[in-house]
């Protein structure tokens, strides 16, 4: 079982924002700034989209953005794109024996 | 670029040991940062399984006992070897870059394709 909790989906209408949590503990994202994002297409590889819980890689859309509050991290995707319906996973360092975690994972459809 | 790709058997018998390998392309593997694997069960999530860098290893704390990561230089290359294995490991394996200095600021911006590993007599 995944350390850290996603909604299993999420959907929206294009144009709309969604915005998919990712809840752990204080042993992880609520002890770190370091939660990352990945997207991922099926049968594709994971694609980080977001890291150090708000900074977004270069070539990835301003559309996507993170934050953090407590125990809790969001992904925010605003403008809701065709494109954008895939599987998105958190993750983050842990402090116990685990060491590092993913999240559950959120599948994003575009009604 | 940099790009990274995972090659190895794609079956492996029950009790027998997984080997995988990950080549590194346009960057010198010695230079700096992580390298780890993460797998993904068929229709699952991402479990991140370890990382290796020129200053240590990182395991997940379950597989430890039987995960084994390691660096090989002059290939420029990395390697995983996971024994004894059962169904359970039946996953797409991706090799994967880490940056950040230590485990508590890592991600992952750079993953090999996956290749499907198999267990299975």
């Known amino acids: 079982q995944s350390a850290l909790t996603q909604p299993a989906s999420v959907s929206g209408s294009p144009g709309q924002s969604i915005t998919i949590s990712c809840t752990g503990t204080s042993s992880d994202i609520g002890g770190s700034y370091y939660v990352s994002w990945y997207q991922q297409h099926p049968g594709k590889a994971p694609k980080l989209m977001i890291y150090d819980v708000s900074n977004r890689p270069s070539g990835v859309s301003n559309r996507f953005s993170g934050s953090k509050s407590g125990n809790t991290a969001s992904l925010t995707i605003s403008g809701l794109q065709a494109e954008d319906e895939a599987d998105y996973y958190c993750?983050?360092?842990?402090?116990?024996?685990?060491?590092?975690?993913f999240g559950s994972g959120t599948t994003v459809t575009v009604l | 670029q940099v790009q990274l790709q995972e090659s190895g058997p794609g079956l492996v018998k029950p009790s027998e040991t997984l080997s995988l390998t990950c080549a590194v392309s346009g960057y010198s593997i010695s230079s700096a940062y992580y390298w780890g694997w993460i797998r993904q069960p068929p229709g699952k999530g991402l479990e991140w399984i370890g990382t290796?860098?020129?200053?240590?290893?990182y395991y997940k704390s379950s597989l430890k006992s039987r995960v084994t990561i390691s660096v090989d230089t002059s290939k420029n290359q990395f390697s995983l070897k996971l024994n004894s294995v059962t169904a359970a490991d039946t996953a797409v394996y991706y090799c994967?870059?880490?940056?950040?200095?230590?485990?508590?600021?890592?991600?992952?911006?750079?993953w090999g394709r996956g290749t499907l590993v198999t267990v299975s007599s």
């Open positions: 290796v860098s020129h200053s240590g290893t």
């Open positions: 993750s983050s360092y842990t402090s116990t024996s685990t060491l590092y975690v």
């Open positions: 994967a870059r880490a940056v950040g200095a230590t485990p508590e600021n890592w991600y992952f911006d750079l």
